[in-house]
């Protein structure tokens, strides 16, 4: 697997492996074993990025990572996330209070059978709380050894400066792809100009953008895309059904699939972009793996950039919405 880096200091595989699905949003879930399984494979193939947070189950998904990672702990990188009130086992509003914090990373560590958290985002900016003190407070937990590197989720661009000013940001986190490309707007130069990595959840499309989505597709109830109007209204996904259209162009030229497609466009965007795409199946996961070796040439870059379609649809909830800080 080839090697990126994040920020200055951290190394990863060029691809991660994005564990929600494995306890959380898109049922139904794998049984633990073959959770486990799971993991160990990406492992065992150089994944060495692997990407959790507490409020996946909650503390579920967590668990699962540290039972299944534990006997390669040093040849990997785990980030998870705080940011949420917890104290009764289901997410209750935002909390990124630095005493919250401080409990959050010892249960986290417990819970991951670790000694240090790699990478430890912010999971959503709270807006009651200064990031000055959360970026403070994981400057400590640093300090202590507890914390290797700081992340942020979902940020906007004045938050990052900020949080950047106090301690240093290695990544930050949010949804970038074919579809959702908003981050290009002011996000990703804001991170090119302070040296910090990228990483974009739901590389995918949460799902879409593998083809094996269409307007008569129904999802499974607490399935998380059930929320999203991008998947609820079939008229925007009918309208959508353009961007794989278009991406499966591009993959019979190639003797690729659309998700390998798809992936590849956004290593090919920055060196400093690192994916983490999920799954809860082995030939999934080596189908995206693939993707790390698909060089698409600035004239295919070039045919999607031009053909690229107008999306349809919110990409979250207004609930969800209000709790992206922009």
């Not at 989505?213 to 008229?235: C, K, L, V, W, Y």
Request: proline residues 6%; glycine residues 8%; hydrophobic residues 40%.
């Amino acid at each position: 697997m080839k090697k990126r880096r994040l920020g200055q200091h951290l190394e990863v595989s060029a691809l991660g492996l994005g564990c929600m699905g494995l306890s959380s949003s898109f049922p139904p879930f794998p049984d633990k074993e073959d959770a486990i399984a799971l993991l160990r494979a990406a492992a065992d193939r150089g994944v060495t990025f692997f990407d959790t947070a507490q409020v996946y189950g909650p503390f579920d998904n967590e668990e699962l990572v540290g039972e299944a990672l534990e006997l390669v702990r040093d040849q990997v990188v785990i980030a998870t996330k705080f940011g949420w009130e917890l104290s009764t086992g289901t997410p209750n509003g935002l909390d990124s209070r630095p005493e919250t914090i401080r409990t959050s990373v010892d249960d986290s560590l417990r819970r991951l059978r670790t000694d240090r958290i790699d990478l430890l985002y912010q999971h959503r900016v709270d807006p009651n709380v200064p990031i000055e003190d959360v970026a403070g407070t994981v400057k400590e937990l640093i300090e202590q050894g507890k914390v290797k590197h700081f992340g942020l989720s979902e940020a906007g661009v004045q938050t990052i400066r900020r949080a950047h000013a106090v301690q240093p940001v290695t990544a930050l986190q949010s949804e970038y792809s074919l579809w959702w490309r908003e981050p290009e707007e002011a996000i990703l130069p804001t991170l090119e100009e302070l040296g910090i990595g990228f990483v974009p959840f739901s590389p995918l499309g949460k799902g879409f953008l593998t083809g094996k989505i269409d307007e008569n597709t129904e999802f499974a109830n607490g399935d998380f895309r059930n929320t999203i109007p991008r998947f609820t209204d079939s008229d925007s996904r009918r309208a959508n059904l353009g961007f794989v259209e278009l991406v499966r162009t591009i993959a019979e030229r190639k003797g690729a699939t659309t998700a390998q497609v798809a992936l590849a466009w956004v290593l090919a965007q920055k060196p400093w972009i690192v994916p983490i795409p999920g799954t809860t199946k082995l030939h999934r996961l080596d189908e995206n793996l693939a993707a790390a070796d698909l060089q698409l040439t600035h004239d295919d870059l070039r045919e999607i950039e031009n053909a690229l379609p107008e999306a349809h649809g919110a990409r979250y909830s207004e609930a969800n919405q209000r709790m992206i800080d922009r």
